[in-house]
């Protein structure tokens, strides 16, 4: 069974078992999660999209907060002495794919 699920504005497509990293989401490690936003259900071979597509994802929170590779934007004007430096890490949940319901 596979299943396009909008979480936090993205779009993931999921099977059951299936570990992933999406937008931090509130919450403990070992909390459930359902995602209701699912877009597209394939259910062994029964395609049903948008409105038809009833169903409800369920997850638990593997790991509550994993940050990404830094990204550093940096700024530089020759000859002028002008340099700027910033940089951030984008945080994560990880997540494992309990059902697809």
Do not use: C, W
Not at 41 to 58: I, L, Q, R, W, Y
């Amino acid at each position: 069974m596979l299943a396009v699920v909008k979480i936090a504005g993205q779009q993931f497509k999921v099977q059951e078992g299936q570990n992933l990293y999406v937008p931090h989401l509130q919450g403990k490690t070992g909390d459930k999660v359902a995602f209701n936003e699912v877009l597209l259900v394939d259910n062994n071979g029964t395609v049903s999209v948008g409105s038809a597509a009833k169903a409800t994802v369920t997850a638990e929170i593997v790991n509550d907060l994993v940050q990404g590779d830094k990204v550093i934007a940096f700024k530089m004007k020759r000859r002028k002495g002008f340099r700027k430096k910033r940089g951030h890490r984008t945080h994560y949940t990880q997540i494992k794919i309990q059902s697809i319901a």
